[in-house]
């Protein structure tokens, strides 16, 4: 058996220290730095954030039948910070998941699935589909500084422009994050409280935060980290390494 040459023990080594150092959910932010992270459904408060350093939302999830029957008609919780007037979250919207945001203002919404402006003070950006029983990996990277929101649903990434936001965009709120439940806790009779992204606007429809109900289905991670991704593009890294076996393999012959 001829000997392993150096160079491919180099790549394997290097694809092996990549794969240990990988986040659970979002490939290059260290689980240990998530200012939030649990397994269950709970709502609680997290300690200070900086704006101007972004925010990374992230879950693994398995919908139900239910929770794609009661997104028709108003948005399933499944990760969001936020206050009564401003915060970010993912949602369950028509059978797909949504990232939604809101910047001071109580009575703000999306005008659509591709509001990726900021100028009425919401983002409504629709995003990959969900099915019933079938479990979905999901992060999405808000970077206000850069106006972009970096996206991976189930390994494909995509990156949006985003317009009319600066690194003041006010994405946490009042730093409550609520997974896979609603938060209540909002003095106001008849107002669930939760931010999210959502809206107290009742012409709203889907946005509208008393149309919204908990996730029924099954959870199984969910983090907020108060810094943004930058996937590199995908295969990047895979290619890099396969160079490096490939005159490797050259080598040998």
Known sequence: MKPTSPLLKLSVSLLACGAASAGTIVPDLNDGS??????????????????????????????????????????????????TTSGSGLWIIGGSVWFLSSSGNSAAFPTGPGDTSGLGDALGIQLGTVAAGVPTD???????????????????????????????????????????????NQPTAGVNGFRGGLTDNAAAGVYFTNN??????????????????????????????????????????
Do not use: C, H, K
């Not at 099954?218 to 295969?235: I, M, R």
């Open 34 to 83: 998530a200012v939030f992270s649990s397994t269950t459904a709970t709502t609680t408060t997290i300690g200070a954030t900086n704006l101007a350093d972004g925010m990374t939302m992230a879950a693994s999830f398995t919908p139900s039948a239910t929770d794609l029957a009661n997104s028709v008609t108003g948005a399933v919780a499944i990760l969001e910070i936020g206050g």
């Open 212 to 253: 919204a109900s908990a996730l029924d289905g099954t959870l199984t991670l969910g983090q907020v980290f108060n810094d943004v991704s930058t996937v590199p593009e995908p295969g990047s890294a895979a290619l890099a390494l396969a160079g490096l076996a490939g005159l490797a393999i050259r080598r040998r012959r």
């Open 138 to 184: 999901i992060f999405a990277s808000f970077d206000g500084a850069n106006a972009t929101l970096v996206v991976g649903q189930d390994g494909a990434f995509t990156t949006y422009a985003l317009t009319d936001v600066t690194s003041t965009w006010n994405w946490r709120g009042n730093s409550t994050v609520s997974l896979g439940v609603l938060d209540n």
